[in-house]
């Protein structure tokens, strides 16, 4: 939560136990003096919607005992709750205060807090998130040190609904922060009622692994379980709603953070207040944390290619520059050299060019790939050559400065790259007929670089490789990402992906492009391959996909398997290799390799793509 100037900082008072009377005289007025306001409750304030009935009101008297004291960052608070609960599922009986320092308070102790009732939406409003009900500007007293903490409510398998969320309030554009909370039908309106409470898990199944002092658990221990551990989100209508984000109360100086892998236990859980916050909305603070334990999950190892088939592979190597420490090249070089089993063509993203951020017009990445093809060499892997087209500077997007970029690695002692000169960053690749089958007029080329469907975007690169004599036509590709779509979590349900009106574009750029090579020879190879970010259930795959030019080869999977990205405690799919009807007609094998997105130690946040084909 950003700091704010105007709190001031929280007064703290103690209350004597016991205290004297002192006698006043009192002159009665001609009419009765109104009664002093009841105190407030906490499950007043937090009413039975996402938002207080009370919002913008001054309170005072809101009694409850501390579960949890969050002494660090910029969010410094504390969380209490009432010890005398109503009777309303729907209304929470536990709260936040905002002191914007550090609270001078222990678990235990009973407190009174007066303060203004605001709305805090992590992120800020454009986000689209759910708020945070919390009291700002208190005045807070403690009554009594040493009280049991109120009893945690258990989060399981039973108690957290299967279907997601609501779908939101038309007249409110979507909201559903209007709507009243039925917590024993959705998941996200059982955890808002929760909001603020102390909550327990009991040993949890890992789904998503730790980073920034985080990990993600699932509740719900059956929920689309795959051999590896992971929650697999196989459709828009499936969040895998046991997902739950765990955080510690506790200064990693002073408890370091477990480390866990997809598939590893949380053995004993958590236990702390539910918190919601910007990444990944609720959250559990937990007060005590269990161990990890190690479940052994290993990096995967693809099959080498037999002789007589084609490797083809796409790894997205997460803004990789000069300026990366040689153990990422290292470790990305083996990921190739051995996990990947050295592909015989490899489309690379996200290469930065030869001073990565800086932003000094440089967009040369020849250093960049150079360093990575001597690292795969040195780790036993082929001599890669290598082909790609600089970008100009900073129309592609990704890290300012870094202008990332699709590279070609291939092996030159299994197949070989036709060079068609003349294409570079704004010059458009085309398809021309040569000895009677298809051909690109320009090797590598871009394709449509000047479609606003690539504005700020990675424009896709294509090249010609002839395997066994066979003309293989493979288009990398970096889709734009999915950044400024709404969260799950987020008050409009179902959420807006805005981010998709530009794929859709890419998407049909792409296909259409297809569709002039299979014009000129109907049984062209043609492999359209990258980190296309979206699902192989969304719309952008269709669009891909239509008239059948292409068809998302990680289909072929057990849907189990079907993942190359794990974000939020969900293994999905980014990554993906299209391929036109006669490779998928043909005999083909896809394998996604997964050797990073499920472990806190990773080499890039993407698993690796596979096909093999015998054109």
Known sequence: MPSRTSTRLAALTVAAVCSTLTSVALTVPAHAADPAPSPTAIHDVQGATRTSPLV?????????????????????????????????PATSEGLFVFTGSTPTLTPGDAVQVSGTVTEFVPGGAASGNQSLTQLSRPTVTVVSTGNPLPAPTTLDRRSVPDAYAPTGDATAGGSVNGLPLRPR?????????????????????????????????????????????????????????????????????????????????????????????????????????????????ERERTRPQHDKELSVATYNVENLDPGDPQEKFDALAEAVATNLASPD?????????????????????????GRFVDAIAAHGGPRYDWRSIDPVDGRDGGEPGGNIRQVFLFNPERVS?????????????????????????????????????????????????????????????????????????SQFQPPARSSEVQRHRQATELNAFVKDVLKVQRDADVIALGDINDFEFSRTTRLLEDGGALWSAVKSLPAGDRYSYAYQGNSQVLDQILVSPSVRWGRFAYDSVHLNAEFADQNSDHDPQVLRLRP
């Open 185 to 297: 039908t959705y998941a996200l309106d059982r955890y808002e009622s929760l909001e603020g409470m102390n909550v327990r898990v009991g040993t949890s199944r890992v789904v998503g692994a730790t980073a920034f002092s985080e990990l993600w658990i699932t509740v719900k221990p059956d929920e689309n379980d795959n051999r590896r551990g992971g929650a697999v989100y196989g459709s828009y209508r499936d969040q895998n709603t046991g997902r739950l984000k765990v955080q510690s109360l506790v200064p990693v100086a002073e408890r370091p953070f477990p480390t866990a892998n997809v598939g590893d236990a949380l053995k004993g859980g958590a236990e702390g207040p539910l918190d919601f916050n910007q990444f990944g909305g609720y959250t559990l603070a937990a007060r005590t944390l269990g161990t990890v334990v190690d479940r052994g999950l």
């Open 56 to 88: 913008g009101t001054q309170v005072s008297g809101v009694s409850g005992v501390v579960t949890g004291v969050r002494a660090y960052g910029s969010s410094r608070g504390f969380w209490f709750q009432d010890t005398a609960p109503d009777d309303d």
């Open 345 to 369: 063509v490899l489309a690379l993203e996200e290469v930065q060019d030869n001073n990565g951020r800086t932003q000094d017009g440089t967009v040369a990445a020849d250093v960049t790939i």
């Open 417 to 489: 790259f036709t060079d068609r000169p003349g294409g570079d960053a704004s010059t458009a690749a085309g398809v021309t007929r040569v000895d009677g089958r298809a051909a690109l007029t320009l090797s590598p080329g871009r394709i449509a670089p000047a479609s606003e469907a690539w504005t700020d975007s990675r424009k896709p690169l294509a090249g010609e490789f002839v395997f066994r004599g066979r003309t293989v036509i493979v288009i990398a590709n970096h889709f734009a990402s999915k950044g400024g779509d709404q969260a799950l979590t």
